[in-house]
């Protein structure tokens, strides 16, 4: 029997559209995974892939990106949050770029789906495995709603912010839950080193009831770099496959140039074509 395979999904804001690119070639390439998690974008890319919407993601980012409710201060300083609530999770999955639940429920049992999100109690990653999005688009929202710009988030009766806080890249947590395989889709460049984040002031401002929450911002940078070689010594093993963006896009987290993120969306398109055309990534990853 072949070993459990495992996507491990970046964030990145408008960066992600890298991944959804990579998600979206997997689809085609008829790439079937045990199980999924993802991480802020990671995780709203990834629920695509799950209920097999070739697609759907690059067609309502291009098409809504503009609207002040995907993305903008308008929405922040109405709402609460710089992706308002109603518009993003709600107005666009049902009505606009429908998302087909019924598919991702039948497939989310068997495949195991997770969201990473930060507990503001403790600063620590949690990992909510998703069976029904019906029921539970908190636990996505949560996962991507970014700290200062974004509300807290509650899920069964706890609070929530942005997955990447204390997870940015959950490979071990994927091995540690069986996966032996893993496919781990970046959305940097190879070489980059995260750097002490500049709004930290702010952050240790606005969170000072949350001490553990304050202490994972802090270290963030530490952890994702520390993520980041324990990648590149899983990658050197074989162990796992690495697709990450083979040049650089200048791609910011909110990003509003669609040129930029359709050449993104494209690149993630081609990286994985190239990593899969690969016999030995192939014979690497699904057998």
């Not at 990579?22 to 998690?37: H, Q, Y």
């Not at 993104?264 to 990853?285: C, H, P, T, V, W």
Request: aromatic share 10%; with cysteine.
């Amino acid at each position: 029997m072949a070993d459990k395979l495992g996507l491990v999904v970046e964030g990145g804001g408008m960066r992600g559209i890298y991944a959804s690119g990579v998600l979206d070639e997997l689809l085609l390439r008829g790439v079937k995974a045990d199980g999924l998690v993802g991480v802020s974008a990671g995780i709203i890319h990834g629920v695509s892939y799950v209920s097999n919407q070739l697609g759907r993601n690059i067609r309502y980012f291009l098409k809504y990106r503009e609207d002040k409710r995907f993305m903008s201060w308008t929405s922040l300083f109405k709402t609460g949050n710089v992706c308002e609530t109603e518009f993003c999770y709600d107005e666009i999955p049902y009505k606009l770029s429908k998302f087909d639940f019924d598919t991702f429920a039948q497939r989310a049992k068997d495949m195991e789906v997770y969201s990473t999100v930060t507990s503001l109690d403790t600063g620590k990653a949690e990992y909510i495995r998703l069976y029904d999005l019906r029921e539970q688009m908190d636990a996505v929202r949560a996962s991507a709603s970014l700290p200062l710009v974004s509300e807290n988030v509650e899920v069964d009766g706890k609070l929530y912010l942005d997955g990447g806080t204390a997870d940015s890249i959950p490979l071990k947590f994927m091995q540690g839950a069986g996966f032996e395989k893993n496919i781990v889709i970046l959305t940097r460049p190879a070489g980059y080193v995260k750097k002490p984040d500049k709004t930290f002031p702010l952050l240790k401002a606005k969170y000072k009831n949350y001490p553990g929450y304050v202490k994972a911002c802090e270290d963030r940078h530490k952890m994702y770099n520390e993520e980041l070689r324990y990648v590149r010594e899983q990658e050197l093993k074989g162990n796992i496959l690495v697709i990450r963006p083979s040049r650089v896009i200048n791609v910011s987290r909110t990003e509003k140039n669609l040129e930029k993120m359709k050449r993104m969306y494209k690149l993630g398109r081609f990286d994985a074509m190239n990593a899969l055309n690969d016999s030995e990534n192939m014979q690497k990853i699904l057998t």
